[in-house]
């Protein structure tokens, strides 16, 4: 089974992306697609300085797992999937998100990384809070459907 | 403890977390009890997470749950905003 191989994490440390794409290479790949969330130093014309993630992380792995199994359902080509996501404080610059998508061609590795970052923005329990120089506010999230 | 009652641990994440000033705790609840009854009751335990009460979103036992999931003894309910992770 491919996805025995697959690598989903949360972590506090800066996230290592040459690292995973690395470790996700096989000799079947003829393409990587590599997705990477970096903290933008701007929101709605206000100046960031920084940002906070929350995570629960137990769920966090579970729901990126499952956006990994979504993603061999609807793209059986797929040789490798790996998501890696931060949390504590992040500076400007710094990945918060990595994903990465191996493939033997590169159609199905950008679809898939499109769909991994898209999906992990609905389903996966992580927040983030937003700190200007004259305040903070947490970012609102939208809400996910919940499957019946 | 009676019969029908039910311990829960709860879990606050984000902007509920901080506004309720708690991230973990146990809830004594009456049998049947589901996510909109343990919901209630956390709510008046902590009234500021009533500006959450269209917004909330709610996990049992770490997968995403609507508010007529039926809660049992020893649950885990988690209570968050929406996601806003990437």
């Given amino acids: 089974m491919k996805n025995r191989m697959d690598i989903f994490e949360i972590t506090r440390e800066p996230i290592d992306k040459l690292g995973l794409e690395k470790r996700l290479l096989t000799g079947g790949a003829g393409a990587i697609v590599t997705f990477d969330g970096v903290v933008r130093d701007n929101t709605k014309g206000r100046r960031v300085v920084s940002l906070q993630y929350e995570a629960y992380e137990p769920m966090a792995v579970r729901e990126m797992r499952r956006i990994g199994d979504e993603i061999r359902q609807q793209w059986p080509d797929v040789e490798r999937v790996g998501i890696i996501h931060r949390f504590g404080p992040l500076r400007i610059s710094e990945s918060s998100v990595v994903i990465v998508i191996t493939s033997p061609h590169r159609r199905v590795a950008f679809e898939a990384c499109r769909y991994a970052i898209d999906r992990l923005k609905q389903t996966v329990p992580i927040w983030k809070k937003e700190i200007f120089e004259d305040g903070e506010e947490w970012v609102e999230g939208q809400a996910p459907e919940v499957k019946e | ?86």
């Fill in chain 2, 1 to 86: 403890m009676s019969d029908n009652a039910i311990k829960v641990n709860v879990l606050l994440f984000g902007a509920c977390r901080e506004v309720a000033g708690a991230s973990e705790l146990q809830f004594n609840l009456t049998a049947p009890a589901d996510v909109a009854s343990a919901w209630a009751e956390i709510k008046n335990r902590f009234p500021n997470l009533e500006k959450f009460e269209r917004s909330a979103l709610f996990a049992v036992n770490e997968e995403h749950s609507r508010k007529d999931q039926p809660l049992k003894d020893g649950d885990t309910l988690a209570i968050f905003p929406p996601v806003s992770g990437g």
